[in-house]
């Protein structure tokens, strides 16, 4: 069975900061992966998606970047933290269209 | 530019009762439908799905109807439990074009005891 792990689960970074996040999948190959970001008030906001190693598709001018090393893997990005980058971001995957997306447990992230 | 609109924050509804959320979408291209659930500090959670081939797909309590020339859909959860209460979230795609999947903002549904 397929499943997705994403961590950490929580993390305080200052202002300034880098950042990584990191989300895997296992049981499949060659998913679509996507990350997302919850902010008060705005519901899941797509931030980034990707259909193959390499490519990735940015939604929205942001201070966050994202890379696929690998089939499985997905990392997101920051060079310099915002106070405006905190969040819950969740990473999820599926299998191309008319299927639904899955989703990993989420990161809180919170900058000071 | 907010393509998938769920108006209502938050929706209070009687155990036993049914509850209906609601979502409008502005993209007549999308063509695939979906609804999450999600609870605090959690991944949400898939529920049910609807192409735009369909009007009605029905899963158990949940049942999602699309009418396109509104561009609405809804789902309806009958009866409604305690442990419904969650937040909802409406997704849309437009399959043709891409793989992606676009969010509205979320209903939070308390059901009352």
């Known amino acids: 069975s397929q499943t997705i792990h994403q961590w950490p689960a929580t993390l305080v970074q200052p202002v300034g900061s880098p950042l990584s996040l990191e989300c895997t999948v296992e049981g499949t190959s060659n998913p679509n992966l996507y990350w997302y970001r919850q902010a008060a008030g705005r519901g899941l906001q797509l931030l980034f998606y990707s259909v193959g190693i390499g490519q990735i598709s940015s939604e929205v001018p942001q201070n966050l970047s994202a890379s696929r090393p690998q089939d499985r893997q997905f990392i997101l990005s920051s060079k310099k933290l915002l106070l405006s980058d905190s969040g819950f971001y969740l990473c999820?995957?599926?299998?191309?269209?008319?299927?639904?997306?899955?989703f990993g447990q989420g990161t809180r992230l919170t900058v000071v | 530019d907010q393509q998938v609109k769920q108006n209502s924050p938050s929706l209070s509804v009687q155990e036993g009762r049914i509850s209906i959320l609601n979502c409008d979408y502005t993209?007549?291209?999308?063509?695939?439908f979906l609804w999450y659930k999600k609870y605090p500090a959690e991944g949400p959670t898939f529920l049910i799905s609807i192409s735009s081939i369909k009007d009605k797909n029905e899963d158990g309590r949940f049942t999602v109807f699309l009418n396109k020339s509104a561009k609405h859909l809804s789902l309806h959860i009958v009866p409604s439990q305690p442990g419904d209460s969650a937040v909802y979230f409406c997704?849309?795609?437009?399959?043709?074009?891409?793989?992606?999947?676009?969010f509205g903002k979320g209903t939070r549904l308390h059901i009352l005891p």
């Open positions: 999820a995957w599926n299998e191309g269209m008319n299927t639904e997306a899955f």
């Open positions: 997704a849309a795609s437009d399959t043709n074009r891409d793989d992606k999947i676009i």
């Open positions: 993209n007549s291209m999308f063509d695939y």
